[in-house]
């Protein structure tokens, strides 16, 4: 079965700072997605990021930007110039096509002022 | 501007009551989704559907069992509650278009069963 796994279940950041959450997974398939979603206060999961496997090209949406090194099945999530909004649980997520999307355990991401 | 509406944000049952957990979603998705959400544990899956009156098991369907009678909605039903099923519950639907984009999710309901 495939398994996602976030090793650090809280992080601490300086706001306007960078910081690195760390993900990685466990399949034997070659064409899947991977996905950041943040969930603040609030409960709203919110999708931050999607890579396709298949592509070479880390994705980008402004602050936020991923290091997805396939052979070493990493997906990595940095977030540059750390904002107080940004202060949530972080969920990486893996889905190979059947569109289940496998969760991680969650990482506390806290910004301090 | 709402997509996936849960129907309550927080309940409280008694043991053994019969529990049911709304689902509405506006965007005319294909697939829904019933998550459980716990510290430390992470997502997993309860239930999911591809289509009307279509169901299927994930990775933790005991104690639980779903409906899907119209493409919008998708409820959870918990025959009859345990105090082991206090948590978060958060439902989701995706388009089913073949490309996955995620999911949408819904602001999730906190149960509590005492």
């Known amino acids: 079965a495939q398994t996602v796994t976030q090793s650090q279940p809280e992080m601490s950041v300086q706001e306007a700072e960078t910081v690195t959450l760390s993900c990685t997974y466990d399949?034997?398939?070659?064409?899947?997605?991977l996905f950041w979603y943040k969930q603040p206060p609030s409960r709203q999961m919110i999708l931050v990021i999607r890579?396709?496997?298949?592509?070479?090209q880390n994705a980008t949406e402004n602050r936020f930007s991923v290091n997805f090194q396939k052979a070493a099945k990493s997906f990595s999530l940095k977030i540059s110039d750390s904002q107080l909004g940004d202060a949530a649980m972080y969920f990486c997520?893996?889905?190979?096509?059947?569109?289940?999307?496998?969760f991680g355990k969650g990482m506390k991401l806290t910004v301090n002022p | 501007d709402v997509k996936v509406t849960q129907s309550s944000r927080y309940l409280v049952k008694r043991t053994g009551e019969k529990v049911f957990l709304e689902c509405v979603q506006d965007?005319?998705?294909?697939?829904m989704f019933w998550y459980r959400q716990d510290p430390g544990l992470g997502l997993r899956l309860i239930y999911f559907?591809?289509?009307?009156?279509?169901?299927e098991k994930g990775d933790i369907p005991e104690g639980y069992s779903v409906s899907r009678e119209k493409k919008e909605r998708f409820s959870l039903i918990l025959e009859s509650a345990s105090t082991n099923q206090t948590s978060m519950y958060l439902c989701?639907?995706?388009?089913?278009?073949?490309?996955?984009?995620?999911?949408?999710f819904g602001s999730g309901t906190r149960l509590t069963v005492v």
């Open positions: 997520a893996w889905e190979g096509g059947s569109e289940k999307l496998v």
């Open positions: 399949t034997s398939e070659s064409d899947y997605y």
């Open positions: 890579q396709e496997a298949y592509k070479q």
């Open positions: 965007m005319d998705h294909e697939n």
């Open positions: 559907s591809y289509d009307v009156k279509m169901k």
């Open positions: 989701a639907s995706s388009p089913g278009t073949g490309d996955s984009y995620g999911y949408t």
